[in-house]
């Protein structure tokens, strides 16, 4: 299972910090991503490291102001986000699925957190 936490209703121009944490033995294992989804809009792919290790993957549109980090021992995945814009107004959720390289697009992943609301104020 994922848990996602962190949102909230921040001005323009600030950061918030989002968290996942995961249940389990293998968290390892696991290629984590981000994705968010705003009213009336399809679900983004945002970021995402696999479980090898590599460097996160980032969609153009945020790889300037957010941070993708994972932390084994803790079973967590985090997202560092920056100068947050209205238009990152959305439900946040962190993804997984087992031994697989990071893609884009949601049916690669099997298991979801249950999202965390981020409202961005002008």
């Known amino acids: 299972q994922l848990q996602a936490s962190g949102g909230g209703l921040v001005q323009a121009g600030g950061s918030l910090r989002l968290s996942c944490a995961a249940s389990?033995?293998?968290?390892?294992?696991?290629?984590m991503v981000w994705f968010r989804q705003a009213p009336g809009k399809e679900r983004e792919f945002l970021a995402g490291?696999?479980?090898?290790?590599?460097?996160?993957r980032y969609a153009d549109s945020v790889k300037e102001r957010f941070t993708m980090s994972r932390s084994n021992p803790k079973n967590t995945v985090y997202l560092q986000m920056n100068s947050l814009k209205p238009e990152d107004t959305a439900v946040y959720y962190c993804?997984?699925?087992?031994?697989?390289?990071?893609?884009?697009?949601?049916?690669?992943?099997?298991?979801w957190g249950q999202g965390t609301q981020v409202t961005i104020s002008s």
């Open positions: 389990g033995r293998t968290f390892s294992s696991y290629t």
């Open positions: 490291i696999s479980w090898r290790g590599d460097s996160p």
């Open positions: 993804a997984a699925r087992y031994l697989v390289a990071v893609t884009t697009t949601t049916n690669s992943y099997d298991l």
